[in-house]
């Protein structure tokens, strides 16, 4: 059974950065597409980085430039950096999972975690 697990939410001042990072366990994680959605309240869930087993990325326009998704395939970890935070980025941020090829990764789930961007 896939798992997923986030960690690195919180507060953060509008033009500050923090980093995501989700851990994944009981999947072959370099074969698996791996990325990040966020939900604010109100909206629906939307792609917001998306990582290849092969390392190609794709970014939702509103963060290009800003976000950076990387992978760690020794530790099993998919990470956001997400630099110069804009109060429109705070959300529940979920990890995801997905085919190897996939930039739509959507089989599996992290239960999600808070980022809270003050202006």
């Known amino acids: 059974q896939v798992r997923l697990v986030e960690s690195g939410g919180g507060l953060v001042q509008a033009g500050g950065s923090r980093r995501l990072s989700c851990a994944a366990s009981?999947?072959?994680?370099?074969?698996?597409?791996m990325g990040w959605y966020r939900q604010a309240p109100g909206k629906q869930r939307e792609l917001v980085a998306a990582?290849?087993?092969?390392?190609?990325?794709k970014y939702a326009d509103s963060v290009k430039d800003r976000f950076t998704i990387s992978r760690d395939n020794a530790k099993n970890t998919v990470s956001l950096q997400m630099n110069d935070l804009k109060p429109q980025d705070a959300a529940v941020y979920y990890c995801?999972?997905?085919?190897?090829?996939?930039?739509?990764?959507?089989?599996?789930w992290g239960q999600g975690i808070q980022v809270t961007v003050s202006s």
């Open positions: 995801a999972a997905g085919r190897s090829g996939s930039l739509v990764p959507n089989d599996n």
């Open positions: 990582i290849t087993s092969g390392g190609s990325t």
């Open positions: 009981g999947t072959i994680f370099s074969t698996n597409s």
